[in-house]
């Protein structure tokens, strides 16, 4: 089973629309969580961190649901420029605190 | 300004031709590692480094090598590359590995095919 799965999508969503992205992950002992965008096949760049109390970066909210093992990221008032794949990143001592990430998940926003 | 620089960007070459593709970061972070991405399988790590002269494989390190002779460094050695080596490749570090909150900061990448 793998570590961490993605719904590989594609979302296609008009501009101004709010999208979700959930992230389940296989092991309970997962400790650390991330999203990351990727553009174009250029290098992933971390988007933000997963806190257990759930957190916010403008328009961006992550969210960690340990019962169920997913994490979620939610885009509101979608932009043209948020048009990327994201992907997301579990870490934990079972893994030897390496990180394993999700296949991503494609996004296109729509003018 | 802070980053991890992977060199070269694009690199073509022929099958058994000993290549390698270096990395450098100058945020002075402990943990180094190197992964291949390729179409539908997502990030697989190939080896991973925790510290100066410390290096573990990852879930794919056949047909690759690494060092870590220096902190900032860590390169990765293709002895004999084969076609199913062509992918795109990332260098990444953090902090440190032992910190459950460290996140990865990834090189800009390289395209490596080999024919």
């Known amino acids: 089973r793998k570590e961490v799965e993605q719904d590989p999508g594609p979302f296609n969503v008009p501009e101004g629309a709010t999208v979700a992205f959930n992230c389940t992950y296989s092991?309970?002992?997962?400790?650390?969580f991330f999203w990351y965008r990727q553009d174009c096949r250029k290098e992933p760049k971390l988007l933000m961190s997963?806190?257990?109390s759930g957190n916010e970066d403008g328009r961006f909210t992550a969210q960690l649901n340990r019962a169920s093992q997913y994490i979620s990221l939610l885009i509101r008032d979608s932009k043209l420029s948020d048009s990327a794949t994201y992907l997301c990143a579990v870490k934990g001592w079972h893994t030897g605190n390496q990180f394993y990430f999700g296949t991503g998940t494609s996004l296109t926003v729509i003018p | 300004e802070a980053q991890v620089t992977q060199n070269p960007r694009y690199l073509i070459t022929v099958t058994g031709k000993k290549l390698t593709v270096t990395c450098s970061q100058n945020?002075?972070?402990?943990?180094m590692s190197w992964y291949r991405q390729d179409p539908g399988l997502g990030l697989r790590q190939i080896y991973y480094?925790?510290?100066?002269?410390?290096?573990d494989k990852g879930d794919v390190p056949e047909g690759y090598k690494v060092s870590r002779k220096e902190k900032r460094n860590f390169p990765l050695i293709l002895e004999s590359p084969s076609p199913n080596q062509t992918s795109l490749y990332f260098c990444?570090?953090?902090?440190?590995?032992?910190?459950?909150?460290?996140?990865?900061?990834f090189g800009n990448g390289t395209r490596l095919t080999v024919t």
């Open positions: 990444a570090s953090s902090v440190t590995g032992q910190g459950i909150n460290s996140p990865l900061h």
């Open positions: 997963v806190y257990s």
């Open positions: 480094s925790m510290n100066v002269e410390v290096t």
């Open positions: 945020m002075n972070h402990e943990y």
């Open positions: 092991n309970s002992a997962s400790q650390s």
